[in-house]
């Protein structure tokens, strides 16, 4: 949602466009680091074949 939000704010009302942009940006790092422990695993298990 978040993600979404900050898309829609950055391309509608150009003077919240670095807020926006910035949401935006840790909405994707919210994400990423939510699914590291998931990309740890997967690594794990290749690497033990």
């Known amino acids: 949602a978040w993600f979404s939000h900050g898309i829609m704010v950055a391309m509608t009302r150009p003077p919240e ?3 926006a942009l910035a949401e935006t940006a840790l909405a994707l790092l919210v ?3 939510a ?3 998931g990309l740890k695993a997967v690594r794990d ?3 033990r074949g």
């Open 17 to 19: 466009r670095w807020p």
């Open 35 to 37: 699914c590291l422990p």
């Open 31 to 33: 994400l990423f680091t």
């Open 45 to 47: 298990r290749r690497r």
